[in-house]
């Protein structure tokens, strides 16, 4: 996993990452696993916020960047300014575009080039790498 020799603004040992995760959000976020479709409660999530990294509580999306693609995994055609990085992804022998928090370096999704306007992206992140803060009435 390329995360271990990058660096990000936020830095825990394994250990530390295990003690704030769940077993499930360590192995998404850190391992770059992939929840299965249609699991997440993100996924029926209407109302306006923000999903922020599960790992580090760095904002990602905006909820009004959210939209329905059909494939099981919370969808956003948009991440905030500055809030992701990706990299080249060619496990399970494919090619694909891996999307983590530029923060911490965890592991949300990928991207994908068959989105809404105004972008043509579909950003398709695993809903256990994310929480959402709704906006404050």
């Known amino acids: 996993m390329s995360t271990k020799t990058e660096?990000?603004?936020v830095q825990k040992s394994e250990a530390e990452w295990r003690?704030?995760?769940?077993p499930e959000q360590y192995r998404v976020l850190r391992g770059h696993g992939t929840e299965r479709a249609g699991t997440s409660p993100l996924n029926h999530e209407k109302r306006d916020g923000i999903y922020v990294c599960a790992g580090c509580g760095a904002p990602l999306f905006s909820s009004e960047a959210k939209y329905e693609s059909g494939t099981g995994w919370p969808s956003f055609f948009r991440a905030l300014p500055g809030a992701?990085?990706?990299r080249i992804d060619r496990s399970f022998f494919m090619v694909r575009t891996e999307?983590?928090?530029a923060t911490c370096g965890g592991h949300l999704g990928h991207v994908f080039?068959?989105?809404p306007p105004p972008t043509g992206e579909r950003y398709c992140m695993n809903g256990?790498?994310?929480v959402f803060r709704?906006?404050?009435e």
């Open 99 to 101: 999307v983590h928090c």
């Open 113 to 115: 080039p068959d989105g």
């Open 134 to 136: 709704p906006k404050e």
């Open 19 to 22: 003690a704030v995760l769940t």
């Open 84 to 86: 992701v990085g990706t």
């Open 7 to 9: 660096s990000f603004p």
């Open 128 to 130: 256990v790498a994310l």
